[in-house]
Every structure is written in structure tokens, then in C-alpha cells.
């Protein structure tokens, strides 16, 4: 089993930063690779973000290349998602889920709750 806990999300402004964080607990986080995904208003869950459980790969949603950075640190265990030029249709909550970089939900078998990001205009 494997325990997920988001947060850092909030609300921005257009052109702003934030950075997700998401704690694991429950079994060695660094064998475990992970990913981000995001859920908008009326819309699917959309892969965003993920990285092997070394950190030496990673793989982005082209909607977030360039603005997005998906790390991790293994003596924290956490994985962290810095959004930089963040814009209006990034709004949405957020998710981070484990054991997979797939970009198909069904990949992972775990799932944070969620956390609320919102970017106004």
C-alpha cells in the first residue's frame, strides 16, 4: 500500500509559479516511479508529468513543456511539480499517482486525493 498526500496548490495569477508537492508513505518511495495528472472542470484526468523512481527520466504533456519540472527527492520522499507561466487552462486539480511514467491512468495504482490549482486571467 502505498499513501499519497498533495499540496501546495492555490490560487495565481496568470504568468505565476506554483510548486506541488506529494509525500508518499507506506513503502520504500525510491523504488517507485511516479506522475502527475490533472483534472479539469467537465474534462478527463490528463497525464501532466512523470519520472522514473531514480529521477533520470522524466516525460511531459506537450500542453506543459518548458513551464513544468517534475523532481523528486527520495530522502523526503516526495515529488515535487514546479509550474512556471502558469495560464487559465491550467487550472484544475491536480493528482499524483504511483507506479508507473505511463501517461494512461490505468497505469497507476495509487492516487493522492487531490489539490486545487486555479490561474486566473
Known amino acids: 500500500q502505498v499513501q499519497l498526500v498533495e499540496s501546495g496548490g492555490g490560487l495565481v495569477q496568470a504568468g505565476g509559479s506554483l510548486r506541488l508537492s506529494c509525500k508518499a508513505s507506506?513503502?520504500?518511495?525510491?523504488?517507485?516511479?511516479m506522475g502527475w495528472f490533472r483534472r479539469a472542470p467537465g474534462k478527463d484526468r490528463d497525464f501532466v508529468a512523470s519520472i522514473t523512481w531514480t529521477g533520470r527520466s522524466t516525460f511531459y504533456a506537450d500542453s506543459v513543456k518548458g513551464r513544468f519540472t517534475i523532481s523528486r527527492d527520495n530522502t523526503k520522499n516526495t515529488v515535487y511539480l514546479q509550474m512556471n507561466s502558469l495560464k487559465p487552462e491550467d487550472t484544475a486539480v491536480y493528482y499524483c499517482?504511483?507506479?508507473?511514467?505511463?501517461?494512461?491512468?490505468?497505469?497507476?495504482?495509487?492516487w493522492g486525493q487531490g489539490t486545487q490549482v486555479t490561474v486566473s486571467s
Open positions: 499517482a504511483a507506479d508507473s511514467v505511463a501517461v494512461t491512468p490505468t497505469s497507476y495504482n495509487y
Open positions: 507506506g513503502r520504500p518511495f525510491s523504488r517507485t516511479s
